[in-house]
Nanobody
């Protein structure tokens, strides 16, 4: 089992930037993949970005070109850098660690983009 702690959210103006962090309590190279999801009331949970143990990355169309997912394997931390933020990026962002048959979630960090 692994514990995940997200941070870095906050209130930013449209066009601003944030870097979200997900700190894992275990070696992230032992985790099949780590992903960022976001949840907005009235909208289904959305996969935003993911990074596999091999370093392969994925970005959703909604953030492609504006976001980068990266990791620090020494600090066991995965980052989501988000630029050119839009109001539709407002959501609670959750970190998810995926194993073959189970997954773990962090508590979430709120991102609010004002106009």
């Amino acid at each position: 089992q692994v514990q995940l702690v997200e941070s870095g959210g906050g209130l930013v103006q449209s066009g601003g930037s944030l870097r979200l962090s997900c700190v894992a309590s275990r070696n992230i190279l032992s985790i099949m993949s780590i992903s960022w999801y976001r949840q907005t009331p009235g909208i289904e949970r959305e996969l935003v970005a993911s990074i596999s143990v091999g370093g392969d990355t994925y970005l959703s169309d909604s953030v492609k070109g504006r976001a980068t997912i990266s990791r620090d394997t020494v600090k066991n931390t995965v980052y989501l850098q988000m630029n050119a933020l839009k109001s539709e990026d407002t959501a609670v962002y959750y970190c998810n660690a995926e194993y073959i048959f189970e997954q773990y979630w962090g508590q979430g960090t709120q991102v609010t983009v004002s106009s």
